[in-house]
């Protein structure tokens, strides 16, 4: 299948590829952030870590049901997530891991490859480091 721009996909799968403002996954190409949730993968508007918040989660959020862990990718930079939104999740029982996106990436592909009920948060790299 050839490469297209995509804004969502019905399906949660392993990412084949990040870099160049976006990611490759099944086939297909998506520039920008990316949320990976139970049942999808769909553009995510954050460009930035200060632009994570609860109203930029709300798709995670109403999947927390289905999900133990929420992997999210910050970028090239790490930086500490609000209290209100770790404390959101755990009320959940969900765990959250918040590192840079390439880590974030290699960590979701194997938890997917495990079947575990994963769910990731990840802002696009130009550049992979």
Same mark, same amino acid.
């Given at each position: 299948?050839? #490469?297209? #721009? &995509?804004? *969502?996909?019905?399906q949660?799968?392993?990412i084949?590829?990040?870099?160049?403002?976006?990611?490759?996954?099944?086939?297909?190409?998506?520039?920008?952030?990316?949320?990976?949730?139970?049942? *999808?993968?769909?553009?995510?508007? @954050?460009? /930035?870590?200060?632009?994570? $918040?609860?109203?930029?989660?709300?798709?995670?959020?109403?999947?927390?049901?289905?999900?133990?862990?929420?992997?999210?990718?910050?970028?090239?930079?790490?930086?500490? =997530?609000?209290r209100?939104?770790?404390e959101?999740? /755990?009320? /959940?029982? @969900? =765990? @959250?891991?918040? =590192?840079?996106?390439?880590?974030? &990436?290699? $960590?979701y592909?194997?938890?997917m490859? #495990? #079947?575990?009920?994963?769910?990731?948060?990840? =802002?696009?790299?130009? /550049?992979?480091?």
């Open positions: 299948m050839a #490469e297209s #721009e &995509v804004r *969502s996909y019905p949660q799968t392993q084949d590829a990040y870099g160049n403002g976006g990611f490759r996954f099944a086939g297909v190409s998506h520039r920008g952030s990316l949320l990976c949730v139970p049942g *999808s993968m769909q553009a995510w508007g @954050v460009e /930035r870590a200060d632009q994570v $918040t609860l109203e930029t989660l709300a798709p995670v959020l109403a999947a927390a049901d289905d999900i133990d862990v929420l992997l999210i990718g910050l970028g090239h930079d790490i930086s500490a =997530i609000p209100q939104l770790r959101a999740f /755990r009320e /959940r029982q @969900v =765990i @959250v891991e918040a =590192i840079a996106t390439g880590g974030a &990436v290699r $960590t592909n194997v938890l490859a #495990e #079947e575990r009920a994963v769910a990731a948060a990840l =802002i696009a790299v130009d /550049r992979v480091r």
